[in-house]
């Protein structure tokens, strides 16, 4: 079975900022992992994806994800912050690709002027 | 290139009323997901088509069903329609899927919002 923990519903930076929205997960084989984006009225973008490989993604927008597996972890991260990086932001799980995506809640981030 | 197309974009039923909602897939995809997403949550899958059967299903009633038709286009239907029904419905489609070309990224449509008084 697959789950995704994000820690935190809300998360404010200031312009410029480092963004770090955390995402943990729970597979029982070895998982497909992602971040997608959902800007206000939309569906939803995807920023990046882990497959096999590498285990740093880098995505649209500048943003990139590490893949620990010690730690069960798939944070997602952006240098500086910029406002029309204002967002809600969900990670995914999924054991077979793209079938089946399971969600977490989402995080909405808000950058600050 | 036309992306995910769904329709109507907002409706509003009354409980114990059926809805249909309808998604074209981007060009070049044949498989077709539906996601309830509910207000301040994530999306949860209700099923995926492909080759017009449903071949994945999620914690969802028989109250919830679909069909893909031979243009891979799809349909959800919902039957006597409960207020906790109320949600953003979400049409994803992919690339083919069970022959090594599965990418892991689905596209979305930007949803049906259904309220249900």
């Known amino acids: 079975a697959q789950s995704v923990t994000q820690l935190g519903s809300h998360v404010s930076v200031s312009e410029g900022a480092l963004v770090l929205l955390r995402c943990n997960y729970s597979?029982?084989?070895?998982?497909?992992l992602f971040w997608y984006v959902q800007y206000p009225n939309q569906g939803l973008q995807l920023l990046l994806k882990y497959t096999t490989g590498a285990t740093l993604v880098k995505g649209i927008n500048g943003f990139e994800a590490e893949f620990k597996k010690s730690e069960t972890s798939f944070h997602l991260t952006k240098p500086s912050a910029h406002m029309s990086d204002a967002a809600e932001y969900f990670c995914?799980?999924?054991?077979?690709?793209?079938?089946?995506?399971?969600f977490g809640t989402g995080t909405r981030l808000t950058v600050i002027p | 290139d036309a992306g995910v197309t769904q329709s109507p974009t907002h409706l509003i039923k009354t409980r114990g009323q059926q809805v249909t909602l309808r998604c074209s897939p981007k060009?070049?995809?044949?498989?077709v997901s539906w996601y309830q997403q509910a207000l301040g949550q994530g999306p949860q899958f209700i099923f995926q088509y492909y080759e017009e059967e449903e071949r994945q299903r999620g914690n969802f009633p028989d109250r919830f069903s679909g069909h893909q038709f031979p243009n891979y286009s799809s349909e959800l239907n919902v039957n006597a329609l409960l207020l906790g029904d109320s949600a953003l419905y979400l049409c994803?489609?992919?690339?083919?899927?069970?022959?090594?070309?599965?990418?892991?990224?689905?596209?979305f449509g930007e949803g049906s919002r259904l309220t249900v008084l």
């Open positions: 995914a799980v999924s054991a077979t690709g793209a079938n089946n995506l399971f």
């Open positions: 597979s029982s084989v070895p998982p497909y």
């Open positions: 994803a489609s992919s690339p083919k899927t069970g022959r090594g070309s599965d990418t892991g990224e689905l596209f």
């Open positions: 060009s070049g995809h044949d498989t």
